[in-house]
């Protein structure tokens, strides 16, 4: 079963942030958090991974609470062409990846 | 970030026959791995394939049904045996980097009739 627990679907009006959360409460300690997302007829792209720290690339922000029991992938300038499922998956490093059912996130005109 | 390409990238088949996809990775991956992504499902592993051993099945896969090859660092083989229309599925092909990042390929959209 996966790890991780997150909202069904979300809107978000384009040209606004996204922040898309994530629930892991059962996190272990040497286990990372990573987001993928999944554009209609696509394999899934790599976003972003965080162990504790929170970290920033050109495609997004991830913030990781404390106790690392949650996190949110923050799209900072939301596009029409972000409009994807986004899933937040956790694993220890050269692990498999076990996807939840993700985030549908609606980018709105 | 790696390039992955897969062949064929759709195909149609009948019940009974198999077929074999190819995953070609740009560069040299220890890690490689297959999943299954049913229409309108999330994505379940398959297996995990390393070069030099034999492939790592999850819970509901066995080697009879998706036989695997991983003859060296750049490529590997997934085929569906037997088939059957609830084998009707993406099947995609990932790898691991050095960075602990996972790419997909494309993947292979087959229809079972």
């Known amino acids: 079963d996966a790890k991780t627990t997150q909202p069904t679907s979300m809107d978000c009006a384009e040209g606004r942030a996204a922040n898309l959360p994530c629930n892991h409460s059962?996190?272990?300690?040497?286990?990372?958090v990573y987001w993928y997302r999944q554009i209609h007829s696509q394999g899934p792209q790599y976003i972003i991974h965080?162990?504790?720290n929170n970290e920033t690339n050109e495609m997004a922000s991830l913030i990781i609470t404390e106790d690392r029991k949650s996190s949110t992938l923050i799209l900072p300038h939301a596009t029409l062409r972000d409009t994807a499922v986004y899933y937040c998956i956790v694993g220890g490093a050269t692990n498999k990846l076990i996807f939840g059912t993700g985030t549908l996130l609606a980018v709105q005109p | 970030s790696a390039v992955i390409s897969q062949k064929p990238s759709r195909d149609i088949c009948q019940r009974g026959t198999s077929l074999t996809i190819q995953c070609q990775v740009d560069?040299?991956?220890?890690?490689m791995f297959w999943y299954r992504q049913q229409p309108g499902q999330s994505l379940t592993l398959i297996a995990t394939a390393n070069q030099g051993s034999e492939a790592t099945y999850e819970s509901g896969f066995v080697i009879d049904k998706f036989p695997i090859s991983r003859p060296n660092l750049t490529f590997s083989t997934l085929t569906v045996s037997n088939m059957s229309p609830e084998d009707s599925s993406i099947y995609l092909c990932?790898?691991?980097?050095?960075?602990?990042?996972?790419?997909f390929g494309p993947g292979t959209r087959l229809t079972v009739l």
């Open positions: 990932s790898v691991e980097d050095q960075y602990n990042e996972q790419f």
């Open positions: 560069s040299q991956v220890t890690m």
């Open positions: 965080g162990l504790k």
């Open positions: 059962t996190i272990s300690g040497n286990e990372y």
